[in-house]
Structures are given as C-alpha cells and as structure tokens.
C-alpha cells in the first residue's frame, strides 16, 4: 500500500462535481474508493466517510420533499443541505491535506 494524500484530498473534493454537472457527487467519489481503497493507504476509511455521507444527504433531501407542503420548510431544508454538501467536502479536504482523518457531521452508518 502506498500513502497518497493527493488522491485522498481528490476524493474528499470530487463530491463537488455536482456544483458543474449537476451529478456525480455519489458516483465520483465511490468510483475511486471503490478502485483504490486496497492500494492507497486509508483510502477505505475516507472513502466510507465521504459515501456515508453523501448517502445520508440524499436521504435529507428525500426528508426535505414532503416538508415543502408543511410551511415551505424543505425549502429552508435544501438551502442547509446545500450549503452542507459545499463546506464539509471542502474543510474535510483540507484535514486530509494534514494527514487527518476527517468525520462528515449527521451522516448515518449506510457503510461500516
């Protein structure tokens, strides 16, 4: 196994390819964990963190589809999520730049 934080910090920010294609942020980043979780050294780690999470944010947004009749909160749901799914991915890169291994908060355990 080799250390390659690079392609960590590349995993932890492909999920922000959604903001120019409008998807992938799932597909992207589990492509890669799933190709290289047994030759790059914590790459299995990183990688269940990032798919946990990006598993859990969809089911948010599934969450926030009903509330959108109740008062328009799932408005101000998928606004939260939103700004969620654009700040951790991008603050849990820089802890991989620094050899940490970073938590995504609200993510459920789809992946152990």
């Given at each position: 196994m080799r250390e390659d934080r690079q392609l960590i910090v590349i995993t932890h920010l492909s999920q922000l390819?959604?903001?120019?294609t409008g998807f992938g942020s799932l597909i992207l980043p589990l492509i890669?964990?799933?190709t290289q979780k047994e030759k790059v050294y914590q790459m299995d780690a990183h990688g269940k963190n990032i798919i946990n999470f990006q598993?859990?944010?969809?089911?948010?947004?599934i969450?926030?589809?009903?509330l959108i009749l109740l008062f328009g909160l799932g408005l101000l749901g998928f606004l939260v999520l939103?700004?969620?799914?654009?700040?951790?991915?991008i603050i849990n890169a820089i802890k991989a730049?620094?050899?940490e291994t970073p938590t995504y908060p609200l993510s459920f355990n789809f992946i152990s």
């Open positions: 390819v959604t903001l120019i890669l964990w799933v598993l859990s944010l969809i089911v948010y947004c969450i926030c589809v009903p939103g700004v969620i799914a654009i700040i951790f991915p730049s620094n050899g």
